[in-house]
Nanobody, 117 residues
Framework: QVQLVESGGGLVQAGGSLRLSCAAS????????MGWYRQAPGKEREVVAT????????YYVDSVKGRFTISSDNAKSTVYLQMNSLKPEDTAVYYC??????????WGQGTQVTVSS
């Protein structure tokens, strides 16, 4: 089992920045991918960015390319999401996600990001 603890959400004005962190504990040796998803009110959860734990390769949804950066500190089993040039449409609950070998998936509790116009 893996436990994910997120931090770093909050309220920011449009154009501002926030940095989210997600610390994993437990069976982290079985993780191969971590990522961030978000869910806005009335909308489905969508992937924001992911990072492969071994290769470091990344994926971003088109709407955040050039503004958000996902990174990891493997020694700390922590993944980060640096969010710059935030827009009101980025407002959502952001969830950390970890995928393990054996098709296991774990989610954090979520952290609220609110961008005011």
């Amino acid at each position: 089992q893996v436990q994910l603890v997120e931090s770093g959400g909050g309220l920011v004005q449009a154009g501002g920045s926030l940095r989210l962190s997600c610390a994993a504990s437990g069976r982290t040796f079985s993780m191969y991918n971590m990522g961030w998803y978000r869910q806005a009110p009335g909308k489905e959860r969508e992937v924001v960015a992911t990072i492969n734990w071994s290769s470091g390769s990344t994926y971003y949804v088109d709407s955040v390319k050039g503004r958000f950066t996902i990174s990891s500190d493997n020694a700390k089993s922590t993944v980060y999401l640096q969010m710059n040039s935030l827009k009101p449409e980025d407002t959502a609950v952001y969830y950390c996600n970890a995928r393990l070998y054996g098709s296991l998936v774990y989610w954090g509790q979520g952290t609220q990001v609110t961008v005011s116009s």
